[in-house]
């Protein structure tokens, strides 16, 4: 274990206050995705990403994509499985906002186990790496893909990587790197339903407003917790990229076109976070991308 104060804890300072043991193997994770983060470069979301270059302006196989049932493949498709997605994470887990999102890095399970996927049309089994998300403002809607022309209010990307792969850096080298999911939300002024595991990420969101900072998260959380009850059977997957710089082409997406509703109080939480510029960090999303006649699979229940 390793005793570090959560206020400096990506600064690597030292520091004395609110001293709280976090395991030397998250701190690792932590700071490593962190230096994934920075080889990225600086990069905003004040062209939704028009501006920025390299494989994000030449790649063909890019993302976010319309997707849309009409023009999707319906296939049988094994169903996309979950591996202890029902198991509770090492606790604390720590938040951040990293300048582009508010992002989590997710620990391993208490028994020690890392929760991934497979099954679908995934090349591998996906270990979970990091949660985050992409929004709009109080005037715009913030998810990346857009469902049959409709976007929505926040998109969430649940990151895993291929267990053949060592490192996030080695795998966003391999078309069959990345699997990510994306759940989208609904802001609804009343809520319908309780998301105990997603308010426990979005209460600690006022203390992570300024770029740089940290908060931890205690208690029971599962990853499956953060999919509330959507209807996972039918999703949309598709080959795509990153949604960030260097937008590689690395990523087997799953998008679920079942709508999280979820209290638009806790939805402004996002709203008021800031950026590295000291700017509101609002409306970061990426523009949508061309599909260039790529395969977009359905799969139903039926
Ligand atoms: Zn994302």
């Known amino acids: 274990m390793f005793s570090i104060g959560y206020c400096c804890l990506l600064a690597l300072c030292g520091c004395t206050l609110a001293y709280i043991e976090i395991p030397e193997a998250y701190l690792t994770a932590i700071r490593q995705d962190r230096a994934d983060e920075q080889a990225a470069g600086e990069y905003n979301y004040d062209e939704q990403g028009d501006d920025w270059t390299g494989t994000c302006q030449s790649g ?4 976010p994509i319309d997707l849309i049932y009409e023009d999707s493949k319906i296939v049988a498709i094994p ?11 090492q606790t604390p887990l720590v938040i951040t906002n ?6 989590m890095v997710i620990p391993q399970t208490r028994g020690g186990q890392r929760p991934s996927i497979n099954g679908s049309l995934l090349p591998g089994n996906f270990e979970v790496q990091s949660v985050h998300f992409h929004w709009g403002s109080r005037e715009t809607k913030g998810s990346e893909h857009a469902i049959n022309f409709q976007r929505y209010d926040v998109e969430m990307h649940i990151v895993h990587k291929n267990t053949i792969y060592d490192t996030m850096g080695e795998a966003t080298m391999h078309p069959d790197g990345l699997a990510v999911l994306g759940v989208m939300f609904r802001a609804v002024d009343r809520q319908t339903s309780q998301h105990y595991g997603l308010n ?22 599962t990853v499956g917790q953060l999919l509330g009850n959507i209807v996972t059977g039918e999703f949309f997957t598709y080959n795509g990229s990153l949604t960030t710089p260097d937008c590689a082409e690395a990523v087997t997406w799953t998008v679920f076109p079942d709508v999280l509703d979820y209290p638009r109080r806790q939805i402004a939480k996002l709203w008021n976070l800031r950026d590295s ?17 790529r395969d977009v699979y359905y799969r139903t229940i039926q």
Do not use: M
């Open 200 to 221: 426990k990420i979005f209460n600690q969101l006022p203390r992570i407003v300024q770029y740089g900072s940290n908060a931890t998260i205690t208690g029971r959380l």
């Open 98 to 103: 990293n300048g582009h999102t508010a992002n």
């Open 277 to 293: 510029r000291q700017k509101p960090l609002i409306d970061n999303y990426r523009s949508i991308q061309d599909t260039n006649n």
């Open 79 to 89: 169903r996309l499985r979950f591996n202890y997605y029902d198991q509770a994470l």
């Open 60 to 63: 063909e196989n890019q993302s």
